[in-house]
C-alpha cells in the first residue's frame, strides 16, 4: 500500500466577533455548493470525518466542519 494524504484541508480562522478575538479550526473537502458541517454539543467537528472523506459527496458539495468556540482545536 502506498502512503496518500487523505482529501481534507484543515486550517485556522482568525477574527474578531464583539470586539473579542476567536480563532475557529475548520476541515474542508469537496467542490461544488457548500455544505456547513455544525458538530452537536460537547463534541467537535471529528463528528463528521467520514462524511468528509466520502469521495461521492465530495464531487457534489464543498463540505465545511468547524468547531465551535472552546470546542476542539477551536479557542
Do not use: C
Not at 482568525?14 to 467542490?31: K, M, S, T
Not at 472523506?53 to 465545511?64: G, L
Amino acid at each position: 500500500m502506498s502512503p496518500r494524504f487523505e482529501p481534507i484541508t484543515g486550517r485556522y480562522l482568525n477574527f474578531d466577533l464583539l470586539g473579542r478575538p476567536h480563532r475557529l479550526y475548520i476541515e474542508e473537502a469537496g467542490q461544488g455548493i457548500p455544505l456547513l458541517l455544525q458538530h452537536t454539543a460537547g463534541s467537535d467537528g471529528r463528528q463528521w470525518r467520514h462524511m468528509l472523506e466520502d469521495a461521492e459527496i465530495q464531487k457534489r458539495f464543498r463540505m465545511i466542519a468547524y468547531d465551535l468556540p472552546f470546542h476542539g482545536k477551536s479557542v
